[in-house]
RNA sequence: GCGCCCGUAGCUCAGUCGGAUAGAGCAUCAGCCUUCUAAGCUGAGGGUCGCUGGUUCGAUUCCAGCCGGGCGCACCA
């Protein structure tokens, strides 16, 4: 399913009539174009709309409106479905749905629970999600931290709609960064012996390599006076490694994120794996030597010129370590990869497709989602970050401040293609504002609901006990229309890879609630003392409570699995 | 110079497989709690959808050119 009943139901009867058309011979198209239903955006053009009639316009040569009238006149369960059908000015179609069928979407919604808003779409194809994949040498910082929360999100849509997959970081733990890392580390060691030795250049000035370093002291203090400098430094270069990489995964834990796969550039090289792939590629005659290096025909595939794989010194690029890596994705038999890359990474892209393509893989194989990088502010002040003088916001600091919530919804708000701004100190003092609350809120809102219901003895009601058909007020229907989108949400969602659909999706549903919270009671008044005095108010009755009460248990299903997608707690109190 | 992304309300941003009078939050102003959580609600003001052409019955959406901003163009990772 990825269509709400209602939507799915409507889209049925509009293809049977144009069907029916056809036979007739009144419409001779042998296709019909996908029927999109949108929720028209004035109340009096209907429930849902169509614009059939006029995309068939040109290719039926006549007019949209007689089009649209054809249509009309081939619905057959008409009565069963609708209220009213319109054919307004150029053709649209407006459609006017019986409240008796938006009702059964609380019944799917009730009865589907935590599933409501999946699909099998995906059923039985693997996705691979490679995401964050900083390398082991400092903490991330807030820009690793949206690529963290898209990343997240894009593995659970996926999931939602019926993929299998596996979210993967890749460790860069092989090549200059390491030896700089350890040399770095190191340096810092020596000074912390009373030792001074030379910073190498390039290396990491952040004082978390200090603390690192100091750690290492206190581990090796036995065993320090054994090693030559040399085994020293390549001690200090695997503990540093250990331990940042720890560091990295307690972070990326405390903002619930959870890796299903680590995988290791080193394995890669140790176990030759790079040489195969590359000999796959020569033996294909897309490598060649020049000028003492190999090179990577990548230019016969759309890159805008060939990559050096193998440098003059007989070292492999980093180029090499990811075509060998891409290689033993396609290898582990994935039908897509993902790739969350950074954008200033956007350069990589061709030649990565070129690497699919040079393995015999269309380069739709390989898919990019760009996440820009952050802006981070700080009052207003434009916060620089760089890892090479250690100035930067971590991750950790922005999830203390705003906390793993707020953090995650604040980046996925946007899409992720866009430039983020994130002002430390406006989220931090408008932390009440932020409208993750406002999503959090609604759904507290309902829980609260449970509390007193309960306190009342007053019994919820699954769909199947309460009587729906009450339900006929605009804000109620409104609210069901709204969770019968929710589906499609999703799945437009997942297969554009924007998660900030649903946050914004979440964000108006939440809107609806608190509106019609604010308007209209669920539960009675607690005291019968003056049902009479406010003329206006509508009554209670405990059959209108019971509908009520599915219907919030709804809403507060749909804000659930919506939050869960973007892997935000959905919390009972606030 | 070439390539990618972006340009929508004062600010931050949604919307665009082409559709009917372009939306939200923040900020500003005016209101709403003796009743289910006011982290909420109601109302008001605020726009040449960067500019110019093109395609179309119809363009904020597609195409071309230009202007402005960001990023990338290593035998670095």
């Known amino acids: 399913m990825s269509q709400g009943v209602v939507q799915e139901k409507v889209t049925t009867a509009l293809l049977s009539a144009l069907d029916g058309a056809r036979q007739k011979g009144q419409l001779k198209a042998t296709a019909w174009p996908a029927l999109t239903l949108d929720a028209p955006k004035r109340p009096e053009w209907g429930d849902l709309a169509s614009t059939v009639a006029m995309s068939l316009a040109s290719s039926e040569q006549k007019a949209p409106h007689d089009i649209a009238q054809i249509i009309v006149e081939n619905l057959s369960q008409r009565d069963q479905i609708f209220d009213r059908v319109e054919i307004v000015r150029p053709g649209f179609l407006n459609l006017t749905i019986k409240p008796a069928l938006w009702q059964e979407v609380l019944h799917e919604v009730g009865e589907q629970g935590t599933r409501y808003g999946q699909a099998n779409i995906g059923t039985g194809r693997r996705v691979l999600v490679e995401y964050v994949s900083a390398n082991p040498t400092g903490p991330l910082h807030v820009g690793h931290g949206r690529g963290a929360a898209v990343g997240q999100a894009v593995c659970r849509l996926l999931a939602t709609i019926g993929y299998d997959v596996v979210g993967e970081y890749y460790v860069n733990d092989a090549g200059r960064q390491m030896k700089l890392l350890g040399a770095s580390v190191y340096a810092r060691y020596q000074e912390l012996s009373g030792r001074t030795i030379d910073f190498p250049e390039d290396g990491y000035h952040g004082t978390y390599i200090t603390a690192v370093a100091q750690q290492i002291r206190d581990q090796l203090d036995r065993v320090e006076g054994e090693l030559t400098p040399r085994d020293l430094e390549a001690r200090c ?3 540093a490694y250990q331990e940042l990489l720890g560091l990295i995964r307690d972070d990326l834990k405390s903002f619930g994120i ?6 290791s550039e080193a394995t890669l090289l140790e176990s030759k794996a790079v040489e195969r792939a590359l000999d796959e590629l020569k033996t294909r005659g897309l490598l060649f030597e020049q000028e ?10 759309g890159d805008e010129k060939d990559r050096v794989v193998r440098k003059q010194d007989g070292e492999f690029t980093y180029l090499a370590s990811d075509i060998a890596y891409h290689h033993d994705k396609l ?11 950074g954008a200033d990474h956007h350069g990589y892209i061709p030649r990565m497709q070129a690497v699919m393509q040079a393995y015999g ?5 390989l898919q990019v989602v760009l996440v820009q990088l952050v802006k981070l502010l700080r009052g207003g002040v434009e916060v620089k970050m760089s890892k090479r003088t250690g100035e930067f916001i971590t991750m950790r600091e922005v999830i203390d401040e705003v906390g793993a919530d707020a953090a995650k919804f604040y980046f996925l708000m946007r899409d992720s293609t866009t ?19 406002y999503v959090q809120y609604a759904h507290a809102r309902i829980c609260s609901l449970w509390r007193v219901a309960s306190e009342r003895g007053i019994a919820r009601p699954s769909a199947a006990e309460a009587d729906l058909t009450v339900l006929t007020d605009p804000d109620e229907l409104g609210l069901i229309k709204k969770l019968s989108a929710y589906p499609e949400v999703i799945q437009a969602s997942a297969l554009a890879f924007e998660p900030h659909r649903v946050t914004y999706y979440l964000q ?4 609806q609630l608190h509106t019609f919270y604010n308007k209209h009671r669920v539960l009675p008044p607690a005291t019968d003392q003056e049902h009479d005095e406010t003329a206006a108010a509508e009554i209670v009755t405990s059959k209108r409570t019971a509908a009520r009460l599915v219907l919030m248990g709804a809403v507060q299903q749909v804000l659930r699995n919506g939050l869960e997608v973007l892997g935000i707690s959905a919390p009972e109190h606030m």
Do not use: C, M, T
């Not at 003492?292 to 595939?301: D, E, L, N, P, V």
């Open 237 to 239: 270069r695997a503990l």
């Open 258 to 263: 959870e890796f299903q796969s680590w995988f």
């Open 292 to 301: 003492g290096a190999w090179w990577f025909r990548s230019s016969k595939y």
């Open 331 to 341: 290898r582990r038999g994935y039908d897509v990869l993902i790739n969350v890359f």
């Open 361 to 365: 893989h269309p380069k739709e194989r």
């Open 419 to 437: 430039h983020l701004e994130f002002d430390l100190e406006l989220a931090k003092q408008r932390s009440a504002d932020n409208p993750v609350y």
């Open 508 to 511: 108006q549903l939440a809107a």
